[in-house]
């Protein structure tokens, strides 16, 4: 299956994250990485808040994913300490530099911190 041009450029954004930081996630940066042009760029993300809230939204869904995966179902058909296990498993065995730079940088934006607290909260 094809990687949607969205999904590339969020796999950008999250590769430059992991290397320099959020500050680095530019439209310059992010059209010379994923090879696509600002234009292209400013199509699915019309902003740079948009581009941050959607690597925020991205990676999220993918924790959930991971959690997931680690727990054996979801969330809801699991006992409480079956989702506490499935968490300490993802978080000491998968945890990138970005994902830890995402949760410093959602602690101090609620628009942010309510991406990862809805999943959280399932």
């Known amino acids: 299956m094809r ?5 590339l450029i969020l796999d950008t954004i999250v590769e430059i994250i992991e290397e320099s930081g959020m500050s680095d996630v530019t439209y310059e940066n992010v059209a010379t990485r994923s090879g696509m042009s600002k234009s292209g760029l ?3 993300f019309p902003s740079r808040d948009d581009m941050v809230r959607a690597v925020h939204q991205y990676m999220a869904e ?4 991971e959690l ?4 054996g179902a979801t969330a809801d058909k699991l006992s409480p300490a079956d989702r506490l296990r499935a968490n300490l498993k993802v978080s000491l065995n998968t945890a990138t530099r ?6 410093i940088d ?7 911190r309510e ?3 809805s999943h959280l909260s399932r």
């Open 115 to 117: 991406i990862w607290a």
């Open 62 to 65: 993918k924790w959930e994913q």
């Open 106 to 112: 959602s602690s101090s934006e609620p628009e942010l």
């Open 3 to 7: 990687t949607s041009k969205r999904t």
């Open 42 to 44: 400013i199509y699915h």
């Open 68 to 71: 997931i995966e680690a727990a």
């Open 98 to 103: 970005a994902e830890l730079m995402m949760a």
